[in-house]
């Protein structure tokens, strides 16, 4: 076999070759002189940095006050970019009925109170068709913050403000959580069970045991008014929900 070619094999198969420093030596003086050829060094890549997690603030034991003041500052995730005010919540710090649903709209984001359009219309006639009024309740949303554009929200986003939501459960400790849509429910609930099936029953919030009635959001009754009929019926169970616990 042709020596050129041989060492090509070799050093393809891995294996380390050897050549001698000066071609003038004899055989002999081979073993004295011959070193082997140095690869070139494998670069390892400098280690990376990790990225600091972002510091979410412990609002377990936090008043009303100071709650609302961190969700007005709160930078958790890039919905602070874009929002006109942080939607709080709003209504009766004491309320039997904490009322839950998706996300702040385009009116909500610019007024900071949820349900003030249409939709919120809507929601305090089905109130009043219950005997309550709008501020004998407590209204909160899934998201402290609009997404653009009225897109879903987004898990990462569902999160940052799940303590927020958590907090306001623990200060009023309703007797009843009204879900207003699948968004709502199926995060409360922690399911992607449709809205469709989730609708009709007592469910109960985490480990708080609260009874829970998922209904259609006041937004889809405006889209599809023949649907009223059933949300009046998830009404009407929450009302005996209540009912019961208080007997």
Request: a negative charge.
């Amino acid at each position: 076999m042709n020596k050129t070619h041989q060492l090509q094999y070799l050093e393809a198969m891995g294996i380390q070759t050897w050549q001698l420093r000066d071609a003038g030596v004899t055989a002999h003086d081979t073993e004295a002189v011959a070193e082997p050829v140095q690869l070139p060094e494998k670069i390892v890549p400098a280690p990376v940095a990790p990225v600091p997690e972002i510091l979410r603030p412990n609002v377990s034991e936090m008043a009303w006050g100071e709650l609302k003041k961190v969700v007005s500052e709160c930078q958790l995730c890039d919905l602070h970019r874009s929002r006109t005010q942080t939607v709080f919540g709003v209504g009766n710090h004491a309320a039997d009925w904490l009322i839950v649903g998706e996300a702040p709209g385009k009116d909500e984001d610019l007024q900071g109170e949820p349900f003030v359009g249409r939709a919120g219309q809507l929601l305090n006639a089905m109130l009043l068709a219950i005997g309550l009024k709008r501020e004998h309740v407590y209204i909160a949303n899934i998201l402290k913050c609009r997404p653009p554009e009225n897109r879903d929200p987004k898990s990462e986003e569902v999160e940052c403000c799940e303590a927020y939501l958590a907090r306001q459960v623990a200060l009023i400790q309703p007797k009843i959580i009204l879900a207003l849509g699948r968004i709502a429910a199926q995060n409360l609930l922690k399911t992607d069970t449709p809205i469709g099936k989730l609708r009709g029953e007592v469910h109960h919030f985490g480990e708080t045991g609260i009874p829970l009635v998922a209904t259609y959001h006041p937004a889809y009754l405006l889209r599809s008014p023949g649907e009223k009929r059933k949300a009046w019926q998830d009404l009407q169970l929450a009302v005996a929900t209540v009912k019961c616990d208080s007997e």
